[in-house]
């Protein structure tokens, strides 16, 4: 077998949740030309029809679905009915995620809990749901979280976000302690500044590139930056790997000066 081969996804179900924009668009369709047949959930299903559409043009195989993983009823019918289209999965790319920029004196119960129940709570239920389902199929699988170095290290005006991307962080470690002996692996990914939407108005203020000055590579980074290190996690290239946390942050992390 030729080590390329390790990364090809010819017959996998992939989810990706948050597929809409951003790094979610871009797992989509690397997922779909490595030959994963992708479901595309988000709530705004006019892009996710684009993105369909998209992936089919460059000749993969897509599902376009709404989903709000802040509803636990809507994670259940999103997998069930990706499971009727193209079987049972076997990748899910726990994608979806909102920010939130406020002084922590800030902070109202809504705003805690609208990031909770989207970053945590939904990453929580669908991992929990996708590997039933797996586990029913009598089949292992990957599951990809998307934490980021905020899960790692704090900075000011992001206590809600970051953390409950710590909370993704330990929920990888503690889920793939649990599923190992059902042949799924649970990984995350965790980004530096990546230029989306989730950021665009942030990177290119005072603040934004006082941050770049303590990047190491002194740039952001593109969704293309994660190609690599989500093609590995969700392959059989990674198949000794589970629980891990990996950074993609042009160094970001290692100057805690
Ligand atoms: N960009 C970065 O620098 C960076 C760094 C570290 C981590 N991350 C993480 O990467 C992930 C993707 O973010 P991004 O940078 O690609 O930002 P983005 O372009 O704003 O994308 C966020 C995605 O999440 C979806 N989403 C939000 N709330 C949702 C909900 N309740 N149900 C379903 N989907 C929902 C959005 O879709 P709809 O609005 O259509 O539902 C959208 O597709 C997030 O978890 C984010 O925290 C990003």
Redesign the pocket.
């Known amino acids: 077998m030729r080590v390329l081969d390790k990364f090809d996804l010819k017959g996998r179900v992939a989810i990706v ?9 871009r797992f989509a369709q690397v997922l779909a030309g490595q030959g994963a047949r992708v479901v595309v ?4 299903t006019d ?1 996710l029809k684009t993105l369909k559409g998209e992936i089919e043009a460059a000749g993969g195989e897509a599902l376009a679905l709404e ?4 509803s636990t009823r ?1 994670i259940l019918a999103a997998l069930d009915q990706a499971k009727k289209h193209f079987g049972a999965l076997d990748i899910l790319v726990n ?5 939130l920029e406020k002084w922590a004196l800030d902070v109202s119960p809504d705003d805690w809990r609208a990031i909770m ?3 945590l709570d ?1 990453v929580w239920f669908a991992a929990q749901s996708a590997a039933r389902q797996m586990i029913e199929a009598g089949k292992g699988g990957t599951i990809i979280n ?5 899960g790692l290290g704090v900075s000011k005006i992001t206590t809600p ?1 970051a953390i409950s ?1 710590a909370a993704v962080v330990q929920l990888t470690r503690a889920l793939a302690l649990e599923f190992a002996r059902h042949d799924i692996r649970v990984n995350a990914i ?10 665009q108005h942030f990177l290119d203020t005072e603040a934004g590139r006082n941050m770049l000055r303590r990047v190491p590579q002194r740039r ?2 593109e ?1 293309e930056d994660l190609d690599g290190v989500l093609l590995l996690l969700a392959s059989d290239a990674s198949s000794f790997m589970t629980g891990s946390i990996i950074t993609v942050d042009g160094g970001q992390l290692l100057d805690i000066s």
Do not use: H, M, Q
């Open positions: 949740t948050g597929a809409s924009s951003g790094l979610g668009w959930a988000a709530r705004r892009r989903l709000d993983v802040s809507s994608n979806a995620g909102r920010a129940s989207t970053n939904g998307t934490a980021s170095v905020l976000y991307k965790a980004p530096g500044y990546i230029r989306t939407e989730i950021n952001f980074g969704p």
